[in-house]
């Protein structure tokens, strides 16, 4: 099972559902030939339990390797931004 298909699966046990994922305009790209390297401000909003989330100011950073004409994902970071509830 891969790391994506873990965490939903985690998410549903805890009655996670409904996300919605905003990406921003680039803080950083630095691409070469055969390799990128981007960070990405993101918004996150999903539902708890029926309960509306949403993530602000996280940071979504990816580094890629070309092979022929495909980019593909080498690794990847998050980093959580604030979690606001609303009521």
């Known amino acids: 099972m891969t790391l994506a298909k873990d965490a939903l699966a985690e998410g549903e046990h805890l009655g996670v559902s409904d996300y919605h994922i905003e990406l921003g305009e680039p803080h950083h ?13 993101v918004t996150l909003g999903f539902n708890v339990r029926g309960a509306p989330v949403l ?3 996280a940071v979504f950073t990816v580094a890629l390797h070309k092979v022929d004409a495909e980019w593909l994902l080498t690794a990847w970071a998050w980093a959580k931004g604030q979690v606001q509830q609303p009521h």
Do not use: K
């Not at 790209?29 to 401000?41: F, G, L, M, R, S």
């Open 55 to 57: 993530q602000t100011g």
């Open 29 to 41: 790209i630095d691409v070469t030939d055969t390799a990128a390297y981007v960070v990405v401000p």
